[in-house]
């Protein structure tokens, strides 16, 4: 779902041969884009099995939660944005992220750190992800997400198929997002 720096998706032909035939519980200390959740889950190895999902990043952590809680309420919102970005990408870009993702993002934000995401503000997140330059996710010392637009010709903004397997995987008895 995520482009995020130290993905793991283009290493999982040569990581799956490390991963052990037999455990019990499965935990990923540093979520990010989820790429060896994702393969594990895809290949039906954690059924049965407690999975513990863990990120220090806010953003992230709240995103996923959307997805899994609110997928088509995401999907809808991220269909508006990618149908804004094909008018005018770049100027549609900056226009999300400093007129409506910072400022929500910061309104959302609660005492202990945690940001309560909505649809929209998952859709934003995802939008800024797969237009953002390098799909990185920087903050400046305001706390503001401040990543360049990329160079994307026609980037893949919303794929409602992709979203709900996301949201599937998340969903399963003993997925927890910390």
Request: hydrophobic content about 45%.
């Amino acid at each position: 779902l995520l482009k995020w720096a130290g993905g793991k998706r283009q290493l999982l032909p040569h990581l799956r041969r490390f991963y052990p035939p037999i455990f019990n519980r499965y935990i990923e200390p540093f979520f990010g884009s989820g790429a060896v959740f994702f393969d594990l889950h895809a290949a039906g190895r954690l059924r049965g099995h407690d999975v513990v999902l863990i990120d220090s990043n806010a953003d992230l952590i709240g995103c996923y939660e959307m997805v899994r809680d609110a997928c088509e309420g995401v999907a809808c919102a991220l269909e508006g944005l990618a149908a804004a970005h094909a008018a005018d990408g770049r100027a549609h870009y900056y226009a999300v992220r400093d007129e409506r993702f910072n400022p929500l993002r910061n309104e959302s934000r609660q005492a202990e750190g945690r940001i309560a995401y909505t649809p929209e503000l998952a859709a934003m997140f995802i939008y800024l992800n797969r237009t953002g330059f390098n799909g990185l996710f920087r903050l400046n010392a305001s706390g503001g997400f401040n990543v360049p637009a990329g160079r994307y010709a026609r980037p893949a903004i919303v794929n409602r198929e992709r979203l709900a397997v996301v949201a599937d995987a998340l969903s399963r008895p003993g997925v927890r997002l910390v």
